[in-house]
């Protein structure tokens, strides 16, 4: 079994899930006490924000950059980045390595299209709803063409997000308005939503809706264990 390498924190709370899904998933496919081989670096994510909210990716990412080094250097032989914001920094993280970064955009990508899927809603912060590197990168690499709230859903999406979710707070409120939010989505073309923030997973999920929905956690962690319990050594 291949050691996954995780740069977390950012939240810890969508981290914990991350943590979980890769032991249940080892576990699963392995059976007995199998659990997945973890290197682990959890940032404090206060600054991280902070420098979210200054539009400082570039110290960003040289803080993810250090600690990935870090982490391949311990031993990891694939890295997640355990946020979908923070892949705005992916090009500059995996560049620093020699082992694969798997890219959340692309293996939700690649369940998109599985799916059927041609023009999902997009729930993500702001920053990775409004800004270019995720949107792109699912147009230019995988023909997706996604579709995003309005301004005044967009403001209450990340809201929702940083003042509730990465504090653990759980509304029934803020459930039913993401999910208001997907029905005007729908009523306007969408045919699935992307749970484009590692956190929205805690809010709501496919037993809420009757599209697809796709769980970027889930599929990024399903990608880890796909290569970690791969036999292929180029895998």
Excluded at 18 to 45: K, P
Excluded at 46 to 64: F, G, K, T, V, Y
Excluded at 150 to 165: G, P, S
């Amino acid at each position: 079994m291949r050691t996954i390498g995780l740069l977390g924190g950012m939240s810890w709370e969508s981290t914990l899930t991350y943590y979980q899904l890769l032991n249940e998933m080892v576990r699963d496919r392995l059976g007995g006490l199998h659990s997945a081989e973890i290197l682990l670096r959890s940032f404090d994510f206060a600054p991280i924000a902070a420098l979210q909210a200054e539009a400082n990716w570039s110290d960003a990412a040289r803080l993810l950059v250090k600690a990935a080094v870090e982490l391949e250097g311990a031993g990891a032989e694939c890295l997640l980045i355990c946020t979908n914001t923070m892949h705005i920094c992916a090009d500059e993280v995996q560049a620093a390595l020699t082992i694969p970064l798997f890219h959340i955009a692309d293996v939700t990508a690649e369940a998109i299209r599985n799916s059927g899927c041609t023009s999902p809603l997009l729930l993500a912060t702001r920053f990775t709803m409004e800004k270019d590197f995720y949107k792109d990168r699912l147009r230019q690499r995988h023909g997706i063409e996604v579709c995003v709230p309005d301004q005044t859903e967009r403001d209450d999406v990340h809201r929702i997000i940083y003042d509730e979710l990465c504090r653990g707070i759980i509304s029934p409120a803020s459930k039913n308005r993401y999910l208001r939010i997907f029905e005007t989505a729908r009523k306007n073309g969408a045919d699935g939503v992307i749970f484009g923030c590692t956190e929205v997973g805690l809010l709501i999920s496919q037993d809420d809706i009757d599209l697809p929905a796709f769980n970027t956690t889930a599929l990024h962690a399903r990608a880890a264990v796909d290569f970690a319990l791969s036999k292929d050594p180029s895998a």
